[in-house]
């Protein structure tokens, strides 16, 4: 079974400068998904920036940037610019790749972006 | 085009009580799962339904069930409920056959169980 660890609980950050959300998972899996999910009051998940594991190049997103290193099962989330809208709870999740598993996340716990003026 | 819809946003249901909470899936989408948000917590997968059979289970009782209808729409049905039930309820929306592809949530259904 895959386990995603997000170990920073709360993150606060000013507007205008930059922070980096931190994921490790675990999977015996070679190909796969990964994702970061944003969570905000409405409660409505909005996705923010997903990874494929086969590709070594980082995904972009504007100002959101990932760092995924495949060997040491990292991915974590860079915000730059921060912005007050920015300010959510961000979930890291895994998706396996293989057929008839499209739509089973396993999310993180969890990190409260807090962006202050 | 219509995102994923839920029904109700709300309710409030005592324990020992069954409830029945309603998802539509994104236009195109013929799968749907179901995720289980506790308060301060990440979705827990509950199960996924394609071609009106249950693929996948998480690790949820029996007491947990659902049901998808040929239009893709699909029901969580909880039986018997705990107070450990209360909890955000997510639905979300894909394809089957194509694990790349983007999953849609809706806004989930508020369950408080007293």
């Known amino acids: 079974a895959q386990t995603v660890t997000q170990s920073q609980p709360e993150m606060s950050v000013q507007e205008a400068e930059t922070v980096t959300l931190s994921c490790t998972y675990d999977t015996s899996e070679s190909d796969y998904y990964l994702f970061w999910y944003k969570q905000p009051p409405s409660r409505q998940m909005i996705l923010v920036i997903r990874?494929?594991?086969?590709?070594?190049q980082n995904a972009t997103e504007n100002r959101f940037s990932v760092n995924f290193q495949k060997a040491a099962k990292s991915f974590s989330l860079k915000i730059s610019d921060s912005q007050l809208g920015d300010a959510a709870m961000y979930f890291c999740?895994?998706?396996?790749?293989?057929?008839?598993?499209?739509?089973?996340?396993?999310f993180g716990t969890g990190t409260r972006l807090q962006v202050t003026l | 085009d219509a995102g994923v819809t839920q029904s109700p946003t709300h309710l409030i249901k005592t324990r020992g009580q069954q409830v029945t909470l309603r998802c539509s899936p994104k236009s195109g989408h013929d799968t749907v799962s179901w995720y289980q948000q506790a308060l301060g917590q990440g979705p827990q997968f509950i199960f996924q339904?394609?071609?009106?059979?249950?693929?996948q289970r998480g690790n949820f009782p029996d007491r947990f069930s659902g049901h998808q209808f040929p239009n893709y729409s699909s029901e969580l049905n909880v039986n018997a409920l705990l107070l450990g039930d209360s909890a955000l309820y997510l639905c979300?929306?894909?394809?089957?056959?194509?694990?790349?592809?983007?999953?849609?949530f809706g806004e989930g259904s508020w369950l408080t169980v007293v």
């Open positions: 990874q494929e594991a086969y590709k070594q």
């Open positions: 339904y394609y071609e009106e059979e249950e693929r």
């Open positions: 999740a895994y998706r396996s790749a293989e057929t008839g598993t499209a739509s089973k996340l396993t």
């Open positions: 979300a929306s894909s394809t089957y056959d194509r694990p790349g592809n983007t999953i849609y």
